[in-house]
């Protein structure tokens, strides 16, 4: 079993804000590919704060969709490019003469959906149970050492041996293996380009959608409406004589940063999702998130609707490949 750069996966982000504030969906690369790209936020913009007409009363916001979800790629479509692009690149080893097999992806954390524990941990009872960290986030993946590789595999796979050129990039390829030209990138960078995932994102969320995601969740902390539900949340807190400003800062107490959940953090775990619960803060922060980023596509409607595109053709590029 060998390795290989991977195609990027999507989100991660504002997975778990649990501890350490943790991100909004997503782990995408840092600049847009030609095949999923779209301007990027403007550095230092100012955000107008929307008026936010509707707010739905929620305890969770696991089964609802953010506006941007069309625009940022599924687990499963994530899967299904990560699968083809390690087919596409054992074929095209196979034609070089090598017997190559794509290393398995790193078995991580993944919450049921995108806005499952974005605003924080929502059930008391599982946080009685599992703190702020949600069920199985503690356990850090095993990590496996790559076998090995020889300089020619290394050279084939990736188009280069050079340590200052990016395996599998533009900058790569073009030698000459018993009489076959390297592709571009080597079999990595063909198997991206046939998927349309070439770029800096190796196959991830593109990143204006990406930008939009974080940004959103960044500036609904901003609002007004989220700004005045914490105040409630935090005087709910100070009740049960937990100090805290919102539940950022909560699930962010360096105190939590162990392998288990202590009982003062069960405690403070579940405090913070009855608040919660008690004041509304899901449906607010939610409505106020959705409101930023449906903002946020209006402005960016055209470059959007050519990443949409682009996800349904790359897709639908994967699915043939595994299909056979």
Known sequence: MNSSPAPGRPKAAVVLATAAVLMAGGCSSSSPSPSSSGPSRPQDAAVVMPEVSSVPRLITAADRELPIAPYLLSDKQSDELTAAQAELTEQCMARFGFRYTSPAPAAVFRPRTPTQFRYGVTDPEAAAVDGFAPPGSRTAPTAVEPAALSAE?????????????????????????????????????????????????????????????????????????????????????????????????????????????????????????????????????????????????????????????????????ATAVLAG
Not at 174 to 189: E, F, W
């Open 153 to 317: 595999t290394t050279l084939v796979l990736t188009g280069t041996n050079d340590p200052h050129v990016k395996p599998g990039s533009t900058a790569a390829g073009g030698q000459v293996h018993k009489g076959r030209k390297i592709p571009v990138g080597g079999c990595v960078g063909e198997a991206r380009t046939r998927l349309l995932s070439e770029g800096p994102e190796a196959g991830g969320d593109a990143q204006l959608p990406n930008d939009i995601n974080i940004d959103s969740f960044e500036s609904s902390r901003k609002h007004p409406l989220v700004r005045a539900v914490f105040a409630k949340w935090s005087q709910c807190m100070e009740a049960r004589g937990l100090s805290y400003p919102d539940p950022l800062a909560a699930g962010g107490d360096s105190a939590w940063r162990t392998g288990t959940a202590s009982a003062k953090e069960k405690a403070a775990a579940r405090a913070d999702a009855d608040c919660k619960t008690r004041n509304n803060v899901v449906g607010v922060w939610y409505a106020v998130d959705s409101a930023l980023q449906r903002q946020a596509i209006a402005r960016n409607s055209a470059a959007l609707a050519e990443i949409k595109k682009s996800i349904r053709a790359r897709v639908k590029l």
